[in-house]
């Protein structure tokens, strides 16, 4: 539990790298809001895996409030995740933005209240509720397809793209990890301490926000540089 909670809580610190990316003053020409609502869920993400990881030793009630509590912040990262790139690439584009950002914040609702029920917090559920987290990340294969079809030929869209494709590798080995159990489905009781899924796991989740971090970066620029459009 202790490195499950350190792990949430060292992630928090990747905050100050972009920080200090986005001091510069060549972002002053461009909204920057999506990029803070992408930052608050990503912490706010961690926060709740930490203070899960804290308290859900302490009884069972506890122990189903706060896993559940815990899905919910990941809901909320995935959802959030999607503001920046999705303002950014259809700046120009507010129908097909207002459409991409309602549809996912919906379905980010909607997989938040399904996944507060208590019964779907039991273990046999895991695979059900992986799925689920894959589904709304991967539900950006759409806005992401529209977007370079219309910024077709802009190198940041591609850049941008790769590194959101790294990010979706990085969640899906992660997520693959989580309901396989390895390694200690292997040698159990060898990992309890150290080095269990659930801790890989949560790796996977940092880098995966690291990625996003740099492909927002990446398409901040591309807009920024387009600050104006020209119909």
């Not at 961690?46 to 990881?53: N, Y």
Request: aromatic share 16%; net charge positive.
């Amino acid at each position: 539990m202790t490195l499950n909670l350190m792990f949430g809580l060292q992630g928090s610190e990747l905050r100050h790298i972009p920080q200090l990316y986005l001091k510069k003053d060549r972002y002053n020409a461009i909204p920057k809001w999506p990029w803070f609502v992408f930052l608050s869920g990503a912490m706010g993400c961690l926060v709740c895996s930490s203070v899960s990881h804290l308290f859900a030793c302490h009884s069972r009630r506890f122990s189903l409030f706060f896993w559940r509590l815990d899905y919910a912040g990941i809901s909320l990262m995935i959802v959030c995740s999607f503001f920046a790139p999705v303002y950014y690439a259809f700046f120009c584009h507010p129908y097909s933005c207002f459409f991409y950002l309602t549809s996912i914040s919906v379905l980010g609702v909607l997989a938040i209240i399904t996944l507060l029920s208590p019964t779907l917090s039991a273990s046999r559920f895991r695979s059900f509720r992986a799925s689920l987290f894959l589904a709304m990340g991967f539900s950006g294969v759409i806005p992401a397809a529209h977007a370079v079809s219309l910024h077709w030929g802009h190198p940041h869209i591609f850049v941008s793209l790769g590194y959101e494709l790294v990010m979706a590798f990085l969640y899906a080995a992660g997520a693959a990890v989580y309901t396989s159990r390895i390694p200690e489905r292997w040698k159990p009781g060898a990992f309890d301490i150290a080095g269990h899924s659930h801790q890989i796991f949560h790796v996977f989740v940092v880098l995966a926000a690291l990625a996003h971090c740099v492909a927002t970066l990446v398409i901040m620029d591309f807009r920024r540089e387009s600050a104006t459009c020209a119909y």
